[in-house]
């Protein structure tokens, strides 16, 4: 079956008539952004929601990228192609233009949306594990006013977030910090496709010392998509190969991958501690400057 069940379409002409919409229509109206994965759902009818908001329309006020008091600030409707397209973002953290070159293919990239990635709480979402690295917070708005939260805490399971159904995520901020180094190493079947495993990898350092640092792993199973105990073996150290190794056995340990069509659970798990040791590489090369 290809063909979603019917349903009713609005257009949201501003971020409050879009809440006002969710809370006139009840929980089985949803926002839909570029539609890359709500659309799919819909026609395989794993989704039959009795309205859709269109909110496209948002997409000139909501998809500015652009730095507000020292933090990286972007709109919720910014395309994966303006992500990639964006020099401010490459500059300070190119673990998102390392993701954002091998998500899916450019006419994924040219509608899907950092709040469509982040909302639709894929366990394979490269954004995900890259945004929680960063250490990044979303700023989520309802008829109440804004609420902010550590993306580390949006994930609630596969799917499923803490945004609420008359809720709508506006913006994500990313805090720009001295020292920073950040990479992003994904291992996929063919060009294009979802992870196997990838892992985010990004520094803060201080005087040759990991002053502070973000874990992500995608696809792996890993609690709100991080290794909080690989960023332990890191942080407060000089980050030579015992340590680095340290955090890699971490990673690949915290991970708790299920074995499907994209391979085995051990090698899942061997591919996180592999890819955490060249992500956290390439990281602390570009804090020096590398690259
Ligand atoms: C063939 C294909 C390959 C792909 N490969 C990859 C890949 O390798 N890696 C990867 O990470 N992704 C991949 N994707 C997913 C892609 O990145 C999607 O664009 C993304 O998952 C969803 O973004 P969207 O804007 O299309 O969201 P939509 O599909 O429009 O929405 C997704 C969900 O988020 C909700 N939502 C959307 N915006 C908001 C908002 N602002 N506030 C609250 N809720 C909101 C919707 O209600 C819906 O539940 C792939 C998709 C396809 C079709």
Wanted: proline share 5%; aromatic share 4%.
């Amino acid at each position: 079956m290809q063909t979603p069940a019917p349903f009713g379409y609005e257009r949201a002409t501003s971020v409050d008539h879009a809440i006002q919409l969710l809370e006139q229509l009840g929980p089985d109206a949803r926002l839909v952004a570029g539609g890359h994965s709500f659309i799919p759902m819909m026609k395989l009818r794993l989704a039959q929601p009795e309205h859709v908001i269109d909110i496209n329309p948002l997409y000139a006020e909501l998809s500015s990228i652009s730095i507000e008091s020292n933090q990286l600030v972007i709109g919720a409707m910014a395309r994966h192609n303006d992500l990639l397209d964006s020099a401010i973002v490459g500059e300070h953290f190119p673990v998102l233009h390392d993701a954002e070159r091998v998500i899916a293919d450019p006419v994924v990239r040219n509608r899907g949306t950092i709040g469509g990635s982040l909302c639709q709480a894929d366990p394979a979402e490269d954004l995900s594990a890259a945004l929680s690295a960063l250490k990044a917070e979303v700023v989520i708005r309802g008829s109440g006013g804004d609420r902010t939260v550590p993306v580390r805490e949006l994930h609630t399971g596969p799917y499923e977030t803490v945004v609420g159904d008359a809720e709508f995520l506006t913006h994500v901020r990313i805090p720009i910090r001295n020292g920073c180094g950040s990479a992003y190493e994904k291992v996929e079947r063919r060009a294009g496709d979802w992870a196997i495993a990838a892992v985010a990898a990004v520094v803060w350092m201080d005087g040759g010392v990991v002053a502070d640092a973000g874990i992500g792993l995608c696809a792996v199973g890993a609690e709100h998509f991080v290794s909080t105990d690989a960023e332990a073996a890191l942080i407060g150290n000089t980050p030579d190969a015992g340590v680095i190794e340290a955090a890699a056995l971490a990673a690949a340990a915290s991970c708790n991958p299920v074995t499907d069509q994209r391979g085995p659970a051990e090698y899942k798990r061997h591919l996180a501690g592999e890819l955490t040791r060249r992500a956290l590489q390439r990281a602390l090369a570009r804090a020096e400057g590398g690259e």
